[in-house]
């Protein structure tokens, strides 16, 4: 058993370190190896190298190594990759069939746990697909002649696609016009939902075409796909939806506490916010005057400020519910600011559970409702601080 | 709108000084009943003033509502007994207005039904702080003044152990120490208080001041005081003679004594005074208190006692401390043990809805929205119903 899992340990140690280093220059395609190829099948032509249009997202990598990826690589990996799945699988104990991609995230981060903030820089296993960068197939034959008849404008997926719809859009109209002539047009008024849903994004369409655009022609794809819109014809449609991505909705994924009751029947409800490093818990009861008490003293002389207590205020007066509820909280940890932040947050989603749907909308819009994700940023060394470098003398 | 209601009523008091006599929750509902074809009243405010400017006469009715202080009393009584920030918003406004709240009534009626023939009463007004027991005290004074007592006012008694530029050697006692220019400024003010008892009272001994001076028995006090501010080095031990005869005398039943100490946990707590060698100073070192600490003892008759713990200048005391043993530690709670403690709590709604409306009808609260209910409510939550917070609040609007 040990020697298994020693090589599926380097395995994937291997797949690891491929992936944390991929990660950091993703997308570089050229040709090398495949000219490379191509010149060792040609015999003793000596052909051109190509290189072809790299999508590069990080214009400041410097002095990338331009990595060929060859097809056997590539299943290579995929195989490893399996193999590998499998390995963690049995080093976990579950079943290797059923091992999902979020059962070895869930392992890896288990097995080899990271403190470092940024989570592009902590161990990833993934699918070679989502590591190595897409890649096009060699675009020209034996004889050097290219397959697609764009080949020669440079960015041949891109004008294709644009070919593609606006040929769409003119079979349409003529269809329309078609049918207008016979006075059998129906003017459809449904108008199709794009609430929800958004276009592509530039790098979104880079990804798919694995070509570079620039701006202007991103925009003219779009409004292309606009127009085919106002067409207002099912196969313009279907052809839409695959350039929209749907928007999930953030408040459906914000829990609301149930209330709670106690002895005398009075509700109240009780949620936890943090800040900084400071952690509070706040209980809300649903009939009462208005009065606060923190770790059992009244809020008055716990936060001298009035700055810290008008962020106490904000939630209620929000919601405009001053007198109505009482408060009792227990907060540790952090500074004066820090605490009256974590308060506030544990009184905002306390409250949630007294409030109609829409008023947490709102809250959450307002921005009460979400844990302020800034902490303090480490010191490093060389710096005298996070930021702040040291005095630069000049000799 | 409202504001043009509330100063309609406002003049209608003026108007008719013994219209609110009887009512003060039915205020708005009287107001009705004779006004009927104006402006209806829409929700029963509290109406921020009284005509009543008399302590005597303040009942329960007034309570909420601010009584006027005529700038003469101000300055006979109140040369040196007011907090700062009063004294500001006094000179802002170009009027001084004190709120009639309950604490204040209660001492004010203890001291109507004092029986001079037992030993003084103590009272001691306590509270959180900012909550107004400087200002019930003053309403106490100023009561007792129009009742034409002798009114002993101690404004800070934190004052004296602190911050004190030069420490004499006492000429009476070498083991003590004399704090000339606090005592000179004290009596100025006394004097200035008390002119008209000054020559009635008589001294009962004779007091040597030094080979050249020297006051005979049976001259009037006032020769005392000047002696104690035109001789600086001997002023302490002038006030100390005050303290004395007036603790003698008031047993004879002349005048009224009412002793009225701010500040009183000085007394027993700790000084930041030092000596040459740089050695702490215990409060029973310094004349000053040591001679008020005679006085706020119970051993004679004819007076009251009105004390007033403070935090806010006391000296090595914790910010959340405001009960008596707290502040006034085991030895001075032991002293003053037989007292009678009065808690001055914050604001409740009505006296906030009158105060917010003393501010509005001075134009002090600027801002649009603390005209409106929302407003209200904000600033209700923020300073809590503490009086002193609700000031410093309204001064940035």
């Given at each position: 058993?040990?020697a298994?899992?020693?090589?599926?340990?380097?395995?994937?140690?291997?797949?690891l370190f491929l992936?944390?280093?991929?990660?950091?220059?993703?997308?570089?395609?050229?040709w090398k190896?495949a000219?490379a190829?191509?010149?060792?099948?040609?015999g003793?032509?000596?052909?051109?190298?190509?290189?072809?249009?790299?999508?590069?997202?990080k214009?400041?990598?410097?002095?990338?190594?331009?990595?060929?990826?060859?097809?056997?690589?590539?299943?290579?990996?995929i195989e490893e990759?399996?193999?590998?799945?499998?390995?963690?699988a049995?080093m976990?104990g579950e079943d290797?069939?059923?091992f999902?991609?979020?059962d070895?995230d869930?392992?890896?981060?288990y097995?080899?746990?990271?403190?470092?903030?940024?989570?592009?820089a902590r161990?990833?296993?993934k699918h070679?697909?989502h590591?190595?960068?897409?890649?096009?197939?060699?675009?020209?034959?034996?004889?050097?002649?290219?397959?697609?008849?764009?080949?020669y404008?440079?960015k041949?997926?891109y004008?294709?696609?644009?070919?593609?719809a606006?040929?769409?859009?003119?079979?349409?109209?003529?269809?329309q016009n078609?049918?207008?002539a016979?006075g059998?047009?129906l003017?459809?008024?449904?108008?199709?939902?794009?609430?929800?849903?958004?276009?592509?994004i530039?790098?979104?369409?880079?990804?798919?075409?694995v070509?570079?655009?620039?701006?202007?022609?991103?925009?003219?794809?779009?409004?292309?796909?606009e127009?085919?819109?106002?067409?207002?014809?099912?196969?313009?449609?279907?052809?839409?939806?695959?350039f929209r991505?749907s928007?999930?909705i953030?408040?459906?994924?914000h829990?609301?506490?149930?209330?709670?009751?106690?002895e005398q029947g009075m509700?109240f409800?009780?949620?936890?916010?943090k800040?900084?490093?400071?952690?509070?818990?706040?209980?809300v009861?649903?009939?009462?005057s208005?009065k606060i008490?923190?770790?059992?003293?009244?809020?008055?002389l716990?936060?001298?400020v009035?700055q810290d207590?008008e962020?106490?205020?904000?939630?209620?007066?929000?919601?405009?519910?001053?007198?109505k509820h009482?408060?009792?909280?227990s907060?540790?940890?952090g500074g004066?600011?820090a605490?009256a932040?974590a308060?506030?947050?544990?009184?905002?989603?306390?409250l949630c559970?007294?409030?109609?749907?829409?008023?947490?909308?709102?809250?959450?819009?307002?921005?009460l409702?979400?844990?302020d994700?800034?902490?303090?940023e480490?010191?490093k060394?060389g710096?005298e601080?996070a930021?702040?470098?040291?005095?630069?003398k000049?000799? | 709108m409202?504001?043009?209601?509330t100063g309609?009523?406002s003049?209608?008091?003026?108007?008719?000084?013994?219209f609110?006599l009887?009512?003060?929750?039915?205020?708005?509902?009287?107001?009705?009943?004779?006004?009927?074809?104006?402006?209806?009243?829409?929700s029963?405010?509290a109406v921020?003033?009284t005509s009543?400017?008399?302590p005597?006469?303040h009942?329960?009715?007034?309570?909420g509502q601010?009584y006027?202080?005529?700038?003469q009393?101000?300055?006979?009584v109140?040369?040196h007994?007011?907090?700062?920030?009063?004294?500001m918003?006094v000179?802002?406004?170009?009027?001084a207005?004190?709120m009639?709240?309950?604490?204040?009534?209660?001492?004010l009626?203890?001291?109507?039904?004092t029986?001079?023939?037992?030993?003084?009463v103590?009272?001691?007004?306590y509270?959180?702080?900012?909550?107004?027991?400087?200002?019930?005290?003053?309403?106490?004074?100023?009561?007792?003044?129009?009742?034409?007592?002798l009114?002993?006012?101690?404004p800070?008694?934190?004052?004296?152990?602190k911050n004190?530029?030069?420490?004499?050697?006492?000429?009476?006692?070498?083991?003590?120490?004399?704090?000339?220019?606090?005592?000179s400024a004290?009596?100025?003010n006394?004097?200035?208080?008390?002119e008209?008892?000054?020559?009635?009272?008589?001294?009962?001994?004779k007091?040597?001041?030094?080979k050249?001076?020297?006051?005979?028995k049976?001259?009037?006090l006032?020769?005392?005081?000047?002696?104690g501010?035109?001789?600086?080095?001997?002023?302490?031990?002038?006030?100390?003679?005050?303290l004395k005869?007036?603790?003698r005398?008031?047993?004879?039943g002349?005048?009224?004594?009412l002793?009225?100490v701010d500040?009183?946990?000085?007394?027993?707590?700790?000084?930041?005074?030092?000596?040459?060698?740089?050695?702490?100073v215990a409060?029973e070192?310094?004349?000053?208190?040591y001679?008020?600490?005679?006085?706020v003892?119970?051993?004679w008759?004819?007076g009251?006692i009105?004390l007033?713990?403070?935090?806010?200048?006391?000296?090595f005391?914790?910010?959340?401390?405001y009960?008596?043993?707290?502040?006034?530690?085991?030895?001075?709670?032991?002293?003053l043990?037989?007292f009678?403690p009065i808690?001055?709590p914050?604001?409740?709604?009505?006296?906030?809805?009158?105060?917010?409306?003393?501010?509005?009808?001075n134009?002090w609260l600027?801002h649009?929205?603390?005209?409106t209910?929302?407003?209200?409510?904000?600033?209700l939550?923020?300073?809590?119903?503490?009086?002193?917070?609700l000031?410093?609040?309204c001064?940035?609007?």
């Amino acid at each position: 058993m040990a020697a298994p899992c020693v090589s599926c340990c380097s395995a994937v140690s291997y797949r690891l370190f491929l992936g944390g280093r991929v990660s950091l220059a993703p997308r570089q395609a050229t040709w090398k190896a495949a000219a490379a190829e191509l010149q060792r099948a040609a015999g003793s032509q000596i052909l051109r190298l190509r290189h072809t249009a790299v999508v590069t997202t990080k214009k400041n990598v410097a002095a990338s190594r331009q990595e060929t990826y060859t097809v056997d690589f590539i299943k290579k990996q995929i195989e490893e990759f399996n193999i590998g799945k499998r390995h963690l699988a049995n080093m976990m104990g579950e079943d290797p069939e059923t091992f999902t991609q979020e059962d070895i995230d869930r392992a890896i981060a288990y097995l080899l746990p990271s403190g470092l903030f940024e989570k592009r820089a902590r161990p990833i296993m993934k699918h070679p697909e989502h590591i190595f960068p897409k890649q096009r197939a060699i675009q020209w034959g034996e004889d050097g002649r290219p397959f697609h008849f764009l080949f020669y404008t440079g960015k041949q997926s891109y004008y294709s696609l644009m070919h593609e719809a606006y040929g769409k859009l003119l079979d349409i109209e003529k269809h329309q016009n078609q049918l207008r002539a016979k006075g059998l047009f129906l003017e459809k008024t449904k108008t199709k939902d794009l609430i929800g849903s958004r276009w592509l994004i530039k790098e979104e369409l880079e990804e798919m075409l694995v070509e570079k655009l620039s701006d202007q022609d991103y925009i003219h794809f779009i409004q292309l796909l606009e127009r085919l819109l106002t067409l207002q014809c099912g196969v313009a449609e279907e052809f839409v939806q695959r350039f929209r991505r749907s928007v999930t909705i953030q408040s459906k994924k914000h829990l609301i506490e149930p209330l709670q009751y106690d002895e005398q029947g009075m509700a109240f409800s009780t949620c936890e916010g943090k800040r900084k490093s400071a952690k509070a818990e706040a209980v809300v009861y649903e009939r009462g005057s208005g009065k606060i008490k923190v770790n059992g003293i009244d809020y008055l002389l716990y936060f001298p400020v009035i700055q810290d207590r008008e962020q106490l205020m904000f939630p209620f007066h929000f919601l405009d519910r001053f007198g109505k509820h009482d408060v009792d909280c227990s907060v540790s940890g952090g500074g004066r600011s820090a605490q009256a932040g974590a308060i506030r947050l544990a009184t905002a989603k306390a409250l949630c559970s007294f409030v109609t749907e829409a008023e947490v909308e709102w809250m959450r819009q307002a921005g009460l409702l979400t844990t302020d994700p800034r902490v303090r940023e480490r010191k490093k060394p060389g710096q005298e601080g996070a930021r702040r470098k040291f005095t630069w003398k000049k000799r | 709108m409202l504001k043009g209601v509330t100063g309609l009523i406002s003049r209608v008091h003026k108007l008719n000084p013994g219209f609110f006599l009887h009512t003060g929750t039915q205020a708005p509902q009287s107001i009705v009943a004779h006004l009927d074809n104006q402006v209806p009243v829409e929700s029963p405010r509290a109406v921020s003033r009284t005509s009543e400017s008399d302590p005597a006469k303040h009942r329960l009715q007034h309570e909420g509502q601010h009584y006027n202080i005529p700038f003469q009393d101000l300055k006979t009584v109140f040369p040196h007994g007011l907090p700062t920030r009063f004294v500001m918003q006094v000179k802002t406004f170009n009027e001084a207005c004190l709120m009639v709240r309950k604490p204040a009534l209660e001492l004010l009626h203890y001291l109507k039904n004092t029986n001079f023939a037992h030993p003084a009463v103590r009272y001691v007004l306590y509270g959180e702080k900012g909550t107004g027991k400087t200002l019930s005290l003053c309403h106490a004074i100023h009561f007792c003044a129009k009742q034409n007592w002798l009114i002993l006012h101690i404004p800070d008694a934190h004052r004296w152990v602190k911050n004190c530029k030069d420490l004499l050697q006492s000429t009476y006692n070498n083991q003590r120490f004399d704090q000339p220019l606090e005592a000179s400024a004290w009596l100025k003010n006394f004097k200035t208080t008390n002119e008209h008892f000054l020559s009635q009272i008589k001294v009962q001994e004779k007091y040597i001041w030094n080979k050249r001076e020297s006051t005979e028995k049976g001259s009037p006090l006032g020769d005392v005081i000047e002696q104690g501010i035109a001789r600086v080095r001997n002023a302490t031990d002038a006030v100390g003679i005050v303290l004395k005869e007036l603790k003698r005398q008031s047993s004879l039943g002349i005048f009224h004594l009412l002793v009225a100490v701010d500040g009183t946990n000085a007394l027993w707590g700790r000084t930041t005074l030092k000596r040459e060698d740089k050695s702490l100073v215990a409060p029973e070192e310094l004349a000053l208190i040591y001679n008020l600490r005679k006085m706020v003892t119970n051993d004679w008759h004819g007076g009251a006692i009105v004390l007033t713990l403070s935090q806010t200048g006391s000296l090595f005391k914790p910010r959340n401390a405001y009960l008596p043993q707290e502040l006034l530690g085991k030895e001075g709670f032991d002293v003053l043990d037989p007292f009678i403690p009065i808690l001055v709590p914050n604001y409740n709604p009505r006296e906030f809805e009158s105060c917010i409306q003393y501010y509005l009808e001075n134009n002090w609260l600027q801002h649009e929205k603390s005209q409106t209910e929302e407003g209200k409510k904000e600033l209700l939550f923020l300073s809590n119903a503490n009086p002193g917070q609700l000031e410093r609040l309204c001064s940035y609007l």
